[in-house]
Every structure is written in structure tokens, then in C-alpha cells.
């Protein structure tokens, strides 16, 4: 069973404009949410993180948002930059306690085009 | 500070032949993790080492890979005999300790393709 899904495999954003990425996830035990961005032929590397206890956490262009009665979170880029081009993985990890702890569950990945 | 080494970069084997991907994490990592990261999907966890301890090791196949990170520094996750569908991307990363939210520290990863 996917626990961590971005129902939406590609985006394409004009330079300037938001990008919105989402994600959905089902295991109600999971509360420490993190973003990464992955260029070809590299490793994903950590972008924004956001812990159960907010509801929005912000890093100069990039915002991410949770709404836990929805089990839906979401990464705003604004504004969008050519080299915001990349793979975006949302990753989510259980509470303190238990084997689990620590452990990353990815999404799918959704592909962001930013054109000039 | 050197990232997550990781090599070979590239490997291409035929089916059934054994292989071994190498990393070596950022120094004074404690946790250092295996990914598989098939094409279109997200890396999924197969192994978790607590210095030389595996703690998680619930999604690794066991009949046909292993690991091992005898120092608790470097780490080789092997595959033996290969199959066609081991076709994939093998990711390592490490954090400083994982029994906290550290962030992960990725690798760029092995392309394995099996012929």
C-alpha cells in the first residue's frame, strides 16, 4: 500500500509563477514531514521539513503546508525559477518510539518544469 | 566536508552474476541507509545500520542481498545471484543520528541495469 502519494506525476509553471506540489498520505502515525528535490543523475537532497505540531513552515521562496484533518500537505515555490527544475519527493516519518522512528516513506515523485 | 561517496556509479551485469555497490558516508554519520529507488517511484528504505548494527533490515530480501558495514563507517550491499528485475537505482544516506530528526544526506546513487 502507497502510505505516501503526489497523485500528480509531472508539473510545468512559467517562470515568475507559483508552483503548488502535493501530497497525500494515509498512516495516521506518521508526523515529521520533509521535502526533497532531486536533479538527474544526483541524490535527492533535503529541501523543507514541517513537524505536526504547525501548520505552515517557511524558507525564503519555499512554504510548505500541512493540514492534518486532511492528511494533505504542500509545497508552494514562489516565484519559480528555471532551476527549481527537478523531481520533488515528499517523505513523511513516524513519531518517537519503535523501530519506525527515523524511517522515510517517499511519494512517487512529481516532475517540475519551470520554463523560462 | 565530502558528501555520501558511492560507487560504481554505473554497473551492467548479466542476470544471475553477483554484484557489490560500495558507500561511504559523510564522516561521523552514525546511521547509514540503503535505498532502492525503481524508475517513476520514490527510494524505498532496505536497510538501516546504527553504526554497525542493523536495525531495520525488514525490506531486504534476504535470499538473495546482504549487507554489511563491519566498522561501522563504510558499508557494500551485494546482490547474489542478480535478476532482471534488480534493474534500479541503489541509494545510500546517512545522518548523524537516526533516532532524531536529522535530516538524510543522500548519495548519487548506483544505476544497476541486469541484462
Known amino acids: 500500500d502507497q502510505q505516501v502519494k503526489q497523485n500528480s506525476p509531472s508539473l510545468s509553471v512559467q517562470e515568475g509563477r507559483i508552483s503548488i506540489l502535493n501530497c497525500d498520505y494515509t498512516?495516521?502515525?506518521?508526523?515529521?514531514f520533509l521535502w526533497y528535490k532531486k536533479y538527474p543523475a544526483e541524490g535527492p537532497t533535503f529541501l523543507i521539513s514541517?513537524?505536526?505540531?504547525?501548520d505552515k513552515n517557511e524558507d525564503g521562496r519555499f512554504t510548505v503546508f500541512l493540514n492534518k484533518s486532511a492528511k494533505h500537505l504542500s509545497l508552494h515555490i514562489v516565484p519559480s525559477q528555471p532551476g527549481d527544475s527537478a523531481v520533488y519527493f515528499c517523505?513523511?516519518?513516524?513519531?518517537?518510539?519503535?523501530?519506525?522512528?527515523?524511517?522515510?516513506?517517499f511519494g512517487q515523485g512529481t516532475i517540475l518544469t519551470v520554463h523560462p | 566536508e565530502a558528501g555520501v561517496v558511492q560507487s560504481p556509479r554505473y554497473k551492467i551485469i548479466e542476470k544471475k552474476q553477483p554484484v557489490a555497490f560500495w558507500c561511504n558516508p559523510i564522516?561521523?554519520?552514525?546511521?547509514l541507509y540503503w535505498y532502492l529507488q525503481n524508475l517513476g517511484q520514490g527510494p524505498e528504505l532496505l536497510i538501516r545500520?546504527?553504526?554497525?548494527?542493523?536495525?531495520?533490515d525488514s525490506q531486504l530480501p534476504k535470499d538473495r542481498f546482504s549487507a554489511e558495514r563491519l566498522k561501522g563507517v563504510d558499508s557494500t550491499l551485494k546482490i547474489q545471484p542478480a535478476e532482471l528485475g534488480d534493474s534500479a537505482v541503489y541509494l545510500c544516506?546517512?545522518?548523524?543520528?537516526?533516532?532524531?530528526?536529522?535530516?538524510?544526506?543522500f548519495g548519487p546513487g548506483t544505476r544497476l541495469t541486469v541484462l
Open positions: 498512516n495516521s502515525m506518521f508526523d515529521y
Open positions: 517523505a513523511a516519518t513516524p513519531r518517537a518510539g519503535g523501530t519506525s522512528y527515523g524511517k522515510l516513506t
Open positions: 564522516s561521523g554519520h552514525n546511521t
Open positions: 544516506a546517512s545522518t548523524k543520528d537516526g533516532s532524531s530528526y536529522n535530516e538524510q544526506f
Open positions: 514541517i513537524s505536526s505540531i504547525k
Open positions: 545500520y546504527e553504526n554497525e548494527e542493523a536495525v531495520d
